[in-house]
């Protein structure tokens, strides 16, 4: 792209996790299992938008939201903040970048110090951070409660005085302290009733319209990621299938496994009851990925070429890129007859 | 009570499931907590009802009250009416015929419900010890046919594997194939795809509808989940604080609901069209179980209420035909109220 | 001691205080000011001989009786009381603070000092605590202060395990990674956000083990390992009396109540810190 830089740019990267190592194997010197939990993930977000990442457990999302914070290091490949290689970044810089790049995350329960309240939760990010002055620190405190739409009296209380709702306030409000501009959200509503769901999501709209954010929004409800999301990546089994605008994504999915997702997604409308399965078989293990497409054991579509060689992510229509050997799938115009089927 | 309102004149033989004043409490430290008050709903043979609601609604221990798997110090009271038996008053040697027999359970986590050191044959050929006189090979068979009837590749090598080597949708399966041994008349899932990735959510629930038309069962789903209901259920009920405030048929109830708390709900979800727009939510949170408010228990997160709301407790009326009831003092002004799809 | 009180109230944050730390606390505090004040209390000097009431029954005149060398066994219990609450803290707070340090560390770091650390945790309690410490003292010689040594040297490494496990649980959870996220250094992410939440479990140890050694130094009394007499020290008191069990049972008897007595108060003392410091979620 020319010359501009985008606020978060991932290339070419993995991440392996040691499994087993059983010793049989050893024996046998075999190499150690491995869970590949992100494979070649090449992805941009840019300055303001929302970008969402969509997959089934085991996709690698989480993994790739820790890698956008550094809460893991790439094992290859480079996360790229501002230009910057993320990796090199060390003393001053790593901490101006952790503050510039936050998260927030999915467990209210765990993400949050049993014995901290929430004022000396706020206070600490305020002061590590150097963001205040001390004596302007309790205003601060009132200002960020009031921005997340908590009461003034939360401060003196301790994390399991609040709901689920409330703590997720908290662990935003602990985010927005250090006024970031990237906010990395992992399954933020997840844990959630829906109508406190709804809470949730309406406040970080109203945050990113407010602070200029940007958002990675990372979650396993398509409804909810096509609600948040400008541009939306599907990942399955560590690898991006498809990256695409959020509408565009849903009225014409390119990848088969993003078709396979939005049928699968129950729809809010009784007359739209179908009774066709939306996709087969089970994910299979991260253990031991076959070489060829990922989806390729369970895509109705699959052919020879899907079983031997991976397919990268290309361009398809205006922002689409997918990642499949059928480079006319959801084409406009193309006709699904001449798409191979049968296994 | 709501006894006058609620039709009990179905005849004493009708097959399947009537539920009346169906209340469990629990005591604790801080009070009586009304886990489920006053619960009526029917299942007709062959219908899948979804219960919906929200954490605390009282969904999944009312589908535990009508197996009576309430433990003390909860109570339970009403009348739970299985073929002209009521499940409540029945003795424990009578209702362990029926559990697993006539009626069966699914839950939500099938690692926890499931034994983990006995592989999934022995645990389908222990409910058909329990309920049949097969001998042991009429048994392997029928775990066989039970394992294909569910979905399970390789069945005669998965009999013989144990819960931990199953994914998370295969255990499922094997759940129901459990549930499914003594061809039950009715089957209580509760949150049965909860913890399943939505590919799988989806396997699950078509399997769920096709095992319905086979072998003619009634299902109750228990979900927090309006799109599971909406893709799955025949009528619906949806509960708030212990109440069930709304219920109809799944089209009646989607195309206009009679409840603030239902068109809340139906607003919290996000849908096709509206992208990043500000989502209909209800504000503040659920209420405490030992400290119900007055009159209505919706009233404090209510946009409709009034004066009568803070005294009253609506009961739950008949607001239309086909069984359409709502317990709100104000359901025609939330009917008339603009659409939120 | 208002910044204390604040402390103590923002932990209790409105539950009642225990019964078993209101129990215990008040033994340890008798006990406590015993050992600070004993003459208060004592009626007699502790080793003052008195030929005319050798192995007197108890009477008005001395309620405990006396021993062999008409010693009054009231006063030497009371004066033992400065002695062993002072094995009680000196034996413990060391192993407690080196042990939570090494803990902390080893459960934060991992790897290669984690399986160091096992290695050494294997080889310690493959040996009997005491067999250990009586080993230690020989070589050292008797004595009190090589007695705090002995301990010290074998007993850290029961904190040091016990806080390395709850270091490993809680560094999992999402608010320490939250504290990452934040930039925070990892002296700050162990020991302002780990260490709050998983201190207790040593701090419930630190009051049984607060119990354990008395009996331990009253064991290595007894045997003339520890303090040597004529000190008053229940352990060395006891095995005074061992010769008279028949005749003057009450020489051993009182010092054993009040080692029973005085680890009583510990044990429900830490009952009571676990009940308060327990997380509520």
């Known amino acids: 792209m020319n010359g501009h830089i985008p606020i978060l740019s991932v290339n070419g990267v993995y991440k392996r996790f040691s499994g087993p190592y059983s010793l049989l194997r050893r024996f046998k010197s075999e190499p150690q299992l491995a869970v590949h939990a992100l494979t070649n993930v090449t992805l941009d977000v840019e300055r303001g938008e929302t970008l969402g990442i969509v997959g089934e457990s085991g996709c690698g999302k989480s993994t790739l939201a820790r890698c956008l914070v550094r809460l893991h290091e790439a094992d290859e490949g480079v996360v790229r903040f501002d230009g910057q290689d993320i990796s090199n970044l060390s003393g001053g810089a790593r901490r101006a970048f952790n503050r510039r790049v936050q998260m927030i995350f999915q467990d209210p329960y765990g993400s949050l110090n049993p014995r901290m309240t929430v004022s000396q939760v706020l206070s600490e990010a305020l002061s590590v951070h150097k963001m205040r002055p001390k004596p302007e620190i309790p205003g601060r405190i009132a200002e960020l409660l009031d921005l997340v739409r908590l009461p003034a009296d939360a401060a003196g209380r301790y994390p399991h005085e609040f709901s689920g709702g409330q703590r997720q306030r908290i662990g935003i409000a602990r985010a927005l302290a250090v006024e970031p501009e990237v906010i990395v959200a992992d399954e933020l509503v997840s844990a959630l009733d829906v109508s406190v769901q709804a809470q949730v999501v309406n406040l970080l709209l109203q945050l990113q319209e407010k602070l200029h954010l940007t958002v990675v929004f990372v979650a396993h409800d398509l409804r909810l990621v096509r609600h948040i999301s400008h541009r939306v990546a599907v990942m399955y089994l560590g690898q991006v299938m498809e990256i695409s605008p959020s509408e565009a994504l849903f009225s014409a999915p390119r990848h088969p496994y993003s078709k396979a997702l939005l049928e699968a997604a129950p729809e809010l409308d009784p007359a739209h009851k179908n009774r066709n399965v939306a996709l087969r078989g089970e994910l299979p293990s991260p253990l031991d990925l076959p070489p060829g497409c990922p989806f390729a054991g369970r895509c109705p579509h699959v052919f020879d070429r899907c079983r031997v060689e991976r397919p990268v992510l290309t361009p398809r229509g205006p922002g689409q890129m997918a990642a499949c050997h059928l480079t006319d799938f959801g084409a406009p115009g193309a006709s699904s007859d001449q798409l191979p089927t049968g296994h | ?341 | 001691m208002s910044a204390l009180a604040k402390t103590a109230r923002s932990m209790l944050r409105g539950k009642p205080m225990p019964r078993s730390l209101i129990t215990g606390g008040s033994i340890l505090l008798v006990s406590l000011i015993m050992a600070v004040w004993p003459t208060l209390f004592a009626p007699y000097d502790p080793n003052e001989f008195d030929y005319n009431a050798l192995l007197a029954a108890p009477s008005l005149a001395h309620p405990f009786g006396t021993d062999s060398f008409g010693r009054d066994v009231l006063s030497r219990v009371i004066h033992a009381y400065t002695v062993d609450m002072q094995i009680a803290v000196f034996a413990t707070v060391g192993p407690f603070v080196f042990g939570t340090l090494v803990g902390a560390f080893v459960g934060y770091v991992g790897g290669f000092w984690e399986a160091l650390f096992g290695r050494l945790v294997d080889a310690t309690v493959t040996f009997p605590f005491l067999v250990l410490v009586i080993a230690i003292v020989s070589v050292l010689g008797p004595g009190l202060g090589n007695m705090y040594v002995a301990v010290g040297i074998v007993g850290w490494v029961f904190y040091a395990r016990l806080v390395a496990s709850e270091i490993k649980v809680q560094k999992r959870l999402d608010y320490a990674d939250a504290g990452r996220v934040m930039g925070y250094t990892p002296w700050r992410i162990v020991f302002r956000h780990l260490l709050p939440n998983a201190i207790t479990p040593a701090i419930v140890y630190w009051m049984t083990d607060m119990a354990l050694a008395i009996l331990l130094g009253s064991s290595l009394g007894y045997l003339g390992l520890g303090a040597q007499p004529p000190t008053a020290e229940w352990g060395v008191q006891i095995a005074d009396g061992k010769n008279f069990m028949n005749t003057a049972w009450w020489i051993s008897v009182f010092p054993g109540v009040a080692i029973v007595l005085t680890g009583l108060g510990f044990s429900l003392a830490g009952d009571g810190v676990a009940e308060i410091l327990r997380v509520r979620r």
């Open chain 2, 1 to 341: 009570m709501t006894a006058s309102t609620v039709p009990t004149s179905l005849p004493q033989t009708a097959p399947g499931l009537l539920v009346r004043g169906l209340t469990t409490t629990f005591d604790t430290s801080r009070g009586v907590a009304i886990a489920a008050a006053d619960v009526d709903f029917d299942v007709a043979p062959g219908e899948v009802v979804g219960l919906v609601g929200e954490s605390g609604s009282g969904k999944s221990v009312t589908l535990r009250s009508i197996m009576r798997l309430i433990r003390e110090p909860g109570k339970v009271t009403g009348r739970v009416e299985w073929g002209g038996r009521d499940l409540v008053a029945m003795p424990a040697e009578e209702l362990r015929r029926v559990r697993g027999g006539e009626i069966a359970m699914i839950f939500q986590e099938p690692m926890t419900a499931l034994n983990p050191v006995l592989p999934i044959g022995a645990q389908i050929e222990e409910n058909l010890v329990a309920h049949t006189d097969l001998n042991r090979r009429q048994r392997r068979e029928r775990a066989l046919e039970l394992m294909n009837i569910v979905g399970i590749p390789a069945p005669e090598r998965r009999l013989d594997e144990y819960p931990h080597q199953f994914s998370g949708g295969m255990r499922q399966r094997a759940m129901i194939a459990i549930a499914l041994a003594c061809s039950p008349k009715l089957l209580l899932a509760d949150e049965p795809t909860t913890a399943l990735d939505v590919t799988i959510q989806d396997q699950i629930l078509k399997l769920l509808l096709d095992l319905r038309d086979r072998m003619a069962m009634s299902v109750v789903l228990v979900t927090h989940d309006l799109g599971v209901v909406a893709a799955t259920c025949d009528r619906m009920a949806v509960m708030y604080a212990g109440r069930i405030v709304e219920t109809g048929t799944v089209a009646d109830v989607f195309a206009c609901p009679n409840h603030p708390y239902t068109r809340g709900l139906l607003g919290s979800v996000p849908r096709s069209g509206q992208s990043r727009t500000m989502l209909q939510s209800i504000d503040g949170t659920p209420p405490n179980l030992t400290d119900l408010p007055d009159g209505c228990a919706f009233h404090p997160r209510c946009s409709f209420a009034t004066e009568i709301c803070l005294k009253q407790r609506p009961p739950l009326d008949l607001v239309g035909t086909d069984g359409r009831r709502a317990a709100c003092h104000h359901h025609e002004r939330v009917a008339a109220a603009e659409p939120i799809l």
